[in-house]
Nanobody
Framework: QVQLVESGGGLVQAGGSLRLSCAAS????????MGWYRQAPGKQRELVGT???????NYADSAKGRFTISRDNAKNTAYLQMNSLKPEDTAVYYC???????????????WGQGTQVTVSS
């Protein structure tokens, strides 16, 4: 099986920073794209940003300029550095990976179970 595990969430004051990690494990041949999404209570899950294997990034407008996505391909791990946090950033943050478990298989979409980020005012 493939597993994605997020870590690094917690409580932070507005203007502060957090760094989230997402570690993929299990059957992994390659990971093309990894991404971060978030979901606040009563709202739909939304894109935060993505990063390709080669390091190309894409961000939602809400994250652009404040958040930075990176990855360590050797560790199958993606990171989300969040700076200048705002109360509206409060949500459960989920890791996503477009992952190919075997050389002979197709790629599939995998999700972590999420980590809570709470930003106080």
């Amino acid at each position: 099986q493939v597993q994605l595990v997020e870590s690094g969430g917690g409580l932070v004051q507005a203007g502060g920073s957090l760094r989230l990690s997402c570690a993929a494990s299990g059957s992994i041949f390659s990971i093309n794209v990894m991404g971060w999404y978030r979901q606040a209570p009563g709202k739909q899950r939304e894109l935060v940003g993505t990063i390709t294997r080669g390091g190309s990034t894409n961000y939602a407008d809400s994250a652009k300029g404040r958040f930075t996505i990176s990855r360590d391909n050797a560790k199958n791990t993606a990171y989300l550095q969040m700076n200048s946090l705002k109360p509206e950033d409060t949500a459960v943050y989920y890791c996503n990976a477009e992952l190919r478990p075997h050389f002979w298989s197709s790629s599939y979409d995998y999700w972590g179970q999420g980590t809570q980020v709470t930003v106080s005012s």
